[in-house]
C-alpha cells in the first residue's frame, strides 16, 4: 500500500472516530437535552451541586462544550451567578472523562453489535428508541474507527523516518501539548483525540511521556473553542465563564509538564497498559483541577470579575446578542437562544408604539426620527435570527425542535413586518401631520391613542405568549382582533359624525386619522398572528376559515 492511499485511510478513520463521537453526542442532546438544561439551572444553587450537576450531565451527554454553553446561557441572562458557574465547568471537565475510561478497556469487538443493535433501534418510529439507537451506531463507530486505525499503524512503528520524528516529538513536551491543543481545537472534540493518543500510545507509536503530554494539550484545546466562537456581543462580562475555564486549563496544563517527568513514571509503574494509563491521566488531570479550584473559586470569580468588568456603554441595538455560533451545534440551546433574540424585536417593537404614542400627542420632529430608525434595528435582528435558524443541520432536529423554530420565523417575522407598518405608515402619517401644521379633535386624537395603548398591552401580551404557550393568554390575544375591527369600526363612525357637524378642521385631518385607524388595526393582526395563532392551532382551536358554511338547502 502506498503512503498517500494510507493517509487518506487515516484520515478516513479519524473522520470516522469525529462522526462517531458526533452521533453519541446529538443522540443524547435530542434525547435528554431539554430535560438536562432544566435539571442544570435547577441544581446550580451552590458550588456542591453545581460540581455534581457538571458531572452527570456531561457524563451523559459526553461533551463538556455542550455543558459549558448551557451554562455560560444562564451566566450570561444573570440566572446564575459566575462561582456556581464555574463549578459546573470544573464538574463537567471531570465527567467528560468517563466516556474515555470507558472505551480504554479492550471492548473493540463490540462494535458490530452495537452497530446492528443501534440500526434496528434507528429504525424503530418513536423519538426516543430512534435517539438511543443514534447513540449505540455512534459509539459502535467509535470502536470500529480505533480499530481499524490501530490496524493501519501498526506496520509503521518502524518505519525509521518515523521513529525520528516521533523521537524528536517525544522529547519536546511543550511540542506534544500544542499539537495536540490545535487538534482539539480543529476537531472540537477532546474525547476524540484523547482516545487516538490512547490508540498510539497503547500501540507504541508515542512514549507514555509523550501520550501524556499530549493528553495536556487535547484539555487545553477544548477550552480554547468556547472563547474563541462562543463570546457575541461586545460585553466583556460574557467572556468570564470560558475565559476562566481556559485560564484554569493553562495554569493545570503548566503545573502536568512541571511535574510529568515524575507522574509519568510513576503512573506507568502502577498501570503497564498504556491506554488504561492514558485514560487515568486524563481523569486524574480533571480531578486535580477540580480539587485545586474548588476551594478558590469565590476569590477566582472575584479576579475574573476586575478583570473582564461588565460593558456599561449600551451596545448597538441592532447586533444580536445571544446568537452564538459556538451555540449553533447544540440545536436545543441554538433554538433558545433565538428565541431569546427573537424577544428582543418584541422589545423594540414596544419602544418604536411608545414613540408613536408621542408622535401624535406631542409631535416631536427629531424623536419621530429616532423612532423611525429602530425598523431598521428590526430588519437587522429578524434577518439575523432567519440566517441563524436556517443554518442549523436539520438533521440534528427533532419534530418538536422543527415546530418551535418556524414558531420563531413566524413570531419574528410578524414583529418585523408590524415594525413596517409603523415605520412606513403611522409615523410617516404623524410627520406628515407635523410638517403641514395640522391637527385632530380632541375627541378623535384621544380615540388614536387609546388604541394605541391598548396595542402596546397587546404588544406585551404577545411577548409573554410567545414564551409561555399559555392557551388562556392566546385566546384573550386572539379576541383583540374582534375587538380591534369594533374599536376602528366605531372611531370611524364617531370620526364621520363629527364631520358632518363640522368638528374637524380640514377633509385633510380626516383622511389622516382614518388611515392611522387602519394601520393600527394592521400592527395587531400581526401581533395575533405572531403570538396567538401558533398555541390555537397546536390545541385545534383555530378554524380554517371565518366563512360561514353554504347552506346545502339553499343551494339545492
Avoid at 133 to 159: C, H, K, N, S
Avoid at 324 to 347: M, W
Wanted: with cysteine; net charge neutral.
Amino acid at each position: 500500500m502506498t503512503l498517500s492511499m494510507t493517509l487518506l485511510q487515516l484520515a478516513g478513520y479519524v473522520a470516522l472516530l469525529l462522526w462517531g463521537v458526533h452521533m453519541v453526542q446529538t443522540g443524547v442532546q435530542r434525547a435528554f437535552g431539554a430535560r438536562l438544561r432544566s435539571f442544570l439551572g435547577s441544581a446550580l444553587r451552590n458550588r456542591l451541586q453545581a460540581f455534581l450537576a457538571g458531572i452527570g450531565v456531561t457524563a451523559i451527554l459526553q461533551s463538556s462544550t455542550a455543558t459549558g454553553l448551557m451554562v455560560t446561557g444562564f451566566a450570561a441572562g444573570g440566572l446564575v451567578e459566575l462561582v456556581p458557574a464555574l463549578a459546573v465547568m470544573l464538574g463537567a471537565n471531570v465527567g467528560t472523562t468517563l466516556i474515555v475510561q470507558l472505551l480504554s478497556f479492550n471492548v473493540t469487538d463490540f462494535a458490530p453489535v452495537l452497530i446492528l443493535v443501534g440500526v434496528l433501534m434507528f429504525r424503530r418510529a418513536t423519538a426516543g428508541t430512534r435517539d438511543f439507537g443514534r447513540v449505540l451506531i455512534g459509539l459502535g463507530l467509535v470502536l470500529m474507527a480505533l480499530g481499524q486505525f490501530v490496524g493501519i499503524v501498526t506496520p509503521y512503528e518502524d518505519v525509521p523516518s518515523i521513529k525520528m520524528f516521533l523521537g524528536a516529538v517525544a522529547n519536546q513536551p511543550l511540542v506534544d501539548v500544542i499539537l495536540a491543543a490545535g487538534l482539539t481545537w480543529a476537531a472540537h472534540s477532546s474525547v476524540a483525540v484523547v482516545l487516538l493518543i490512547m490508540s498510539f500510545g497503547g500501540n507504541t507509536v508515542v512514549p507514555p511521556d509523550a501520550a501524556f503530554a499530549l493528553v495536556l494539550g487535547a484539555n487545553l484545546g477544548t477550552a480554547i473553542n468556547p472563547v474563541l466562537e462562543g463570546a457575541t456581543g461586545g460585553d466583556p462580562a460574557g467572556r468570564r465563564l470560558p475565559l476562566g475555564n481556559l485560564l484554569n486549563r493553562a495554569v493545570g496544563v503548566l503545573i502536568g509538564l512541571i511535574v510529568l517527568p515524575y507522574a509519568g513514571a510513576w503512573l506507568v509503574a502502577i498501570e503497564p497498559d498504556t491506554s488504561r494509563a492514558v485514560a487515568d491521566f486524563h481523569t486524574a488531570f480533571n480531578l486535580f483541577l477540580a480539587c485545586l479550584f474548588f476551594p478558590l473559586l469565590k476569590p477566582y470569580a472575584a479576579l475574573l470579575r476586575r478583570l473582564l468588568p461588565a460593558r456599561v456603554d449600551p451596545a448597538d441595538p441592532g447586533q444580536p446578542i445571544y446568537l452564538s455560533a459556538f451555540a449553533s451545534e447544540v440545536p436545543v440551546i441554538a433554538i433558545g437562544a433565538a428565541a431569546r433574540e427573537a424577544l428582543r424585536l418584541a422589545d423594540v417593537l414596544e419602544t418604536m408604539l411608545l414613540g408613536l404614542r408621542d408622535a401624535f400627542s406631542r409631535g416631536d420632529r427629531r424623536q419621530i426620527g429616532e423612532t423611525k430608525r429602530l425598523d431598521d434595528v428590526m430588519d437587522r435582528l429578524n434577518s439575523a435570527i432567519k440566517a441563524y435558524l436556517t443554518a442549523l443541520d436539520p438533521d440534528g432536529l427533532t419534530e418538536a425542535d422543527h415546530v418551535r423554530v418556524a414558531e420563531i420565523l413566524s413570531f419574528a417575522t410578524h414583529m418585523e413586518q408590524a415594525g413596517d407598518i409603523v415605520d412606513k405608515s403611522l409615523l410617516s402619517l404623524a410627520a406628515k401631520k407635523l410638517r403641514r401644521g395640522l391637527a385632530f379633535s380632541r375627541q378623535g386624537e384621544a380615540e388614536l391613542l387609546e388604541i394605541i395603548d391598548r396595542l402596546i398591552a397587546n404588544a406585551r401580551t404577545a411577548a409573554s405568549l410567545f414564551m409561555t404557550s399559555d392557551e388562556r393568554a392566546a385566546r384573550m390575544l386572539a379576541a383583540e382582533k374582534e375587538a380591534f375591527r369594533a374599536l376602528e369600526t366605531a372611531a370611524t363612525a364617531s370620526h364621520f359624525a363629527r364631520l358632518r357637524a363640522g368638528r374637524v378642521d380640514t377633509a385633510e385631518t380626516s383622511s389622516l386619522h382614518l388611515d392611522a385607524l387602519r394601520d393600527l388595526k394592521r400592527v395587531n393582526a400581526h401581533l395575533v398572528s405572531a403570538a396567538a395563532y401558533p398555541v390555537l392551532e397546536s390545541k385545534g382551536d383555530l378554524l380554517a376559515s371565518r366563512l360561514r358554511p353554504a347552506d346545502s338547502d339553499a343551494s339545492a
